[in-house]
């Protein structure tokens, strides 16, 4: 059955980095695109960062390009999100999802599976 397993979440000051990892399992990762998400308390579901099937193509929602960097190695079938300049509003679950496509380009592309989320802390 498909799996995905993140880690690196953690506890971190402003202007501080983390690097997110999501190991899959279970299916063909190299066949699809793979985004992440966020949750913050109180609040909905945020589609952070997408990537391609075939890493050529990445896109990122407005609050963290230029600070968040998303990649994957098929081979290890790991996706990753380094997060650098973290702001205390990126404070959040992040969980990481496959999208059911091979392209990713924002929140409208489906995903059918999700894992259970790392948290992230940014303090002051």
């Known amino acids: 059955q498909v799996q995905l397993v993140e880690s690196g979440g953690g506890l971190a000051q402003r202007g501080e980095s983390l690097r997110l990892s999501c190991a899959a399992s279970?299916?063909?990762?190299?066949?699809?695109?793979m985004s992440w998400y966020r949750q913050a308390p109180g609040k909905g579901l945020e589609w952070v960062s997408g990537?391609?099937?075939?890493?050529?193509?990445?896109y990122y929602a407005d609050s963290v390009k230029g600070r968040f960097t998303i990649s994957r190695d098929n081979g290890k079938n790991t996706v990753y999100l380094q997060m650098n300049n973290l702001k205390p509003e990126d404070t959040a679950l992040y969980y990481c999802?496959?999208?059911?496509?091979?392209?990713?380009?924002?929140?409208?592309?489906?995903?059918?599976?999700r894992g259970q989320g790392t948290q992230v802390t940014v303090s002051l």
């Open positions: 279970g299916f063909t990762f190299s066949r699809h695109a």
């Open positions: 990537i391609w099937s075939d890493s050529s193509d990445t």
């Open positions: 999802v496959r999208n059911t496509g091979s392209v990713v380009i924002g929140p409208e592309d489906p995903y059918d599976h």
